[in-house]
């Protein structure tokens, strides 16, 4: 029998993620939008189509098929009885099938009305939308390439298009064939509210990131996506250390500590304990920000850097974790420690994280003026307007800046104000 293997109808359900269980739903969706009645096919049914046992579906079976994929029955490899030529394949011109494989999967109709008129089949196809793994890809191609241009110049004027994303991944999840899409799509739609929220906190316009938030976290649930509910708690620790708010920052850190995905991941929980020590120190709890900053430090130790991981997250490493290192540590009143974390932090960084540079060595300025070094750290955060040159400065490193240029004014007035005249025309142009 294995010589009857239907193919074509294989690299269909395995293009679009399709079990047989899942391909068996919605076919009999589709014959109950034009029957009035849900159709009766099983999963070995599919497994009999496959496996090329059953070469010619019935009549009903093959009308919904044919308006689950858009396609005829004889391309997707079935042979009407009578016929001995073998199963027909799919275009030899590799473009046109990529095409027919990613975009052919036509959703069933959400509605359940009783349709008895045969008349009615053809509002069957008018409302057909075509909705599978090719849509994931482009959306997460898209997602890709925010990410990518959030490291370069950091997340301001990005909430846009993020939300234009996740109004796209939405819009085309009432029409997604399986329950795998549908999840995916709601998990992208996340992804981009996230990446909307994020956004506003690099910006510094804390204001809108809640509800930004609060909708992804919704999303993330509806998706069941462990990873997608950690990054929200992620930022939401980052959003409410911006508002100074410390017992909310450690409680979100925490909740991202509890995650699936912290639970299955050493690269993810050593992410919720950096932020987490993050937020302790801020509160003024020394010893256990130090201490999460060890389990953090553990953590990363044991992560596979070779192993996949998800856009969101790639940022996250050993540059990373010196990074927040040094904040935690110049927080607490270690700042040669401070200092030397960040140096580590720099030379660790990608060439293209821009932002995350710019904003480290404004890290750096900071602990080494607060060693007394006004001078030096004068020096190191001029690089910062050298370093995001061209662009506009984050709000976040903004916000660093002035947090030095109060800290210098109050350490050495006369150099402040050379520092501030110095730099006043790159702040004003950035």
């Known amino acids: 029998m294995a010589e009857n293997r239907n193919e074509s109808l294989a690299a269909w359900m395995t293009a679009q993620q399709m079990s047989a269980a899942e391909l068996a739903d919605v076919v009999n969706r589709a014959i109950g939008v034009f029957t009035g009645r849900t159709g009766a096919t099983s999963e070995r049914t599919v497994f009999r189509w496959l496996s090329g046992e059953n070469r010619w579906p019935q009549e009903r079976q093959r009308r919904g ?83 990518a241009l959030d490291a370069e110049r950091g997340g301001h004027g990005l909430e846009r298009a993020a939300l234009a994303g996740a109004a796209e991944a939405l819009r085309l999840q009432k029409g997604s064939v399986t329950q795998r899409v549908r999840q995916r799509l709601y998990a992208l739609a996340a992804d981009y509210t996230s990446t909307a929220a994020w956004s506003l906190i690099d910006a510094g316009r804390l204001d809108g990131a809640g509800p930004h938030l609060d909708r992804a976290l919704a999303l993330a649930g509806l998706a069941q996506d462990a990873e997608m509910v950690l990054k929200v708690w992620n930022l939401r620790a980052m959003l409410a250390r911006q508002r100074r708010d410390y017992t909310e920052a450690v409680a979100a850190a925490q909740a991202a500590q509890a995650c699936v995905a912290a639970r299955r991941s050493p690269l993810h929980v050593s992410l919720a304990h950096a932020r987490t020590a993050v937020g302790l120190a801020h509160a003024g709890e020394v010893r256990a920000a130090v201490r999460c900053l060890g389990r953090a430090e553990d953590a990363l130790a044991k992560a596979d850097p070779a192993q996949p991981r998800s856009s969101w997250i790639a940022f996250y490493g050993p540059a990373e974790l010196y990074s927040l290192t040094a904040i935690v540590r110049d927080v607490v009143g ?97």
């Open 334 to 430: 270690h700042p040669v420690q401070a200092e030397a974390a960040a140096h580590r932090a720099l030379a660790a960084l990608p060439a293209g994280y821009r932002r995350n540079r710019a904003h480290t060595t404004a890290r750096l300025a900071l602990a080494q003026l607060h060693q007394g070094d006004a001078e030096q750290a004068c020096a190191t955060s001029g690089r910062v307007f050298k370093t995001m040159e061209g662009m506009e400065l984050p709000g976040r490193v903004r916000m660093l800046l002035g947090d030095f240029q109060r800290d210098l004014i109050a350490r050495s007035p006369v150099l402040a104000h050379q520092w501030m005249d110095r730099y006043r025309t790159h702040w004003s142009s950035s």
């Open 65 to 147: 098929l044919e308006s689950v994929t858009g396609l005829p029955a004889t391309a997707l490899g079935f042979v009407p009885r009578g016929k001995s030529t073998s199963a027909p394949t799919f275009p030899e011109d590799p473009d046109m099938r990529r095409r027919e494989l990613l975009g052919a999967a036509a959703g069933a109709a959400a509605a359940t009305l009783p349709l008895t008129s045969s008349a009615l089949s053809s509002s069957v196809v008018a409302r057909t939308v075509r909705v599978g793994g090719g849509d994931v890809i482009r959306l997460r191609d898209d997602v890709e390439r925010l990410v």
